[in-house]
């Protein structure tokens, strides 16, 4: 497709288990970065991928949570032992400039 | 750190009226970016400002970077349904340019 996908779209998960979520970007996008968005509320930064470089991590909110990206293109957000705070809506954008980001439609998390 | 701060929180109007939105924040930026989302999508990008000054339309959307570089301005004239939605401001989250810090958005609601 022409744009960045997520799956899956919705998910729902009890506390204390383990999430994937998967992130395809814009095909030829080099830079790949992970957003969290809670009700009511604008989108924190969570991680960012650029090329080869080491990921900057620094929004990561604790070590429950990290992120790959295989091949310079897929991308999957991983957190563990899921807690009721983590419910959210998970977004993940490409970019070939820096500031110009096309968002995929996310993925609703939602954890009992 | 940087906060974005978005006014006014929610908006309800009438078909056809003008709509004015601004952010501000406690640093410089040197790029500002207006975002609409609507339910269940993520960000769209609706103008990019990247000088002090700028004034760029976008149909009949029009977007302008204060002079101090510390503020944006977004309005929307003669509104129609399809422009409901939550409109976010955003700017580099740091100098390195690495990844995106939002306003917590403005929801609008248009009457027919």
């Known amino acids: 497709g022409a744009g960045v996908s997520q799956s899956p779209s919705n998910k729902v998960t009890e506390k204390g288990k383990d999430v994937e979520l998967r992130c395809d970007p814009i095909?030829?996008?080099?830079?790949l970065y992970w957003y969290r968005q809670s009700l009511g509320q604008g989108l924190e930064f969570l991680i960012y991928?650029?090329?080869?470089?080491?990921?900057?991590k620094s929004g990561l909110p604790s070590d429950r949570f990290s992120a790959e990206r295989t091949g310079g293109s897929v991308s999957t957000l991983t957190i563990q032992r899921t807690q009721q705070e983590d419910s959210a809506v998970y977004l993940c954008?490409?970019?070939?400039?820096?500031?110009?980001?096309?968002f995929g439609p996310g993925t609703r998390l939602t954890v009992l | 750190g940087q906060q974005l701060n978005q006014s006014p929180q929610s908006m309800f109007i009438q078909e056809g009226e003008d709509v004015s939105m601004n952010c501000t924040s406690s640093?410089?930026?040197?790029?500002w970016l207006w975002y609409k989302q609507e339910p269940g999508e993520g960000p769209v990008l609706l103008i990019a400002?990247?000088?002090?000054?700028e004034l760029t339309s976008n149909g009949r959307l029009t977007a302008q970077f204060g002079i101090t570089r510390k503020d944006s301005f977004l309005n929307i004239s003669a509104s129609i349904p399809s422009d409901v939605g939550i409109y976010f401001c955003?700017?580099?989250?740091?100098?390195?340019?690495?990844?995106?810090?939002f306003g917590k958005g403005t929801t609008l609601s248009v009457s027919s």
């Open positions: 954008a490409s970019s070939l400039a820096e500031n110009e980001q096309f």
């Open positions: 400002l990247y000088k002090a000054g």
């Open positions: 095909s030829g996008h080099t830079a």
């Open positions: 640093s410089i930026f040197n790029t």
């Open positions: 955003a700017g580099p989250r740091n100098q390195a340019g690495t990844a995106l810090i």
């Open positions: 991928f650029q090329g080869n470089s080491a990921p900057d």
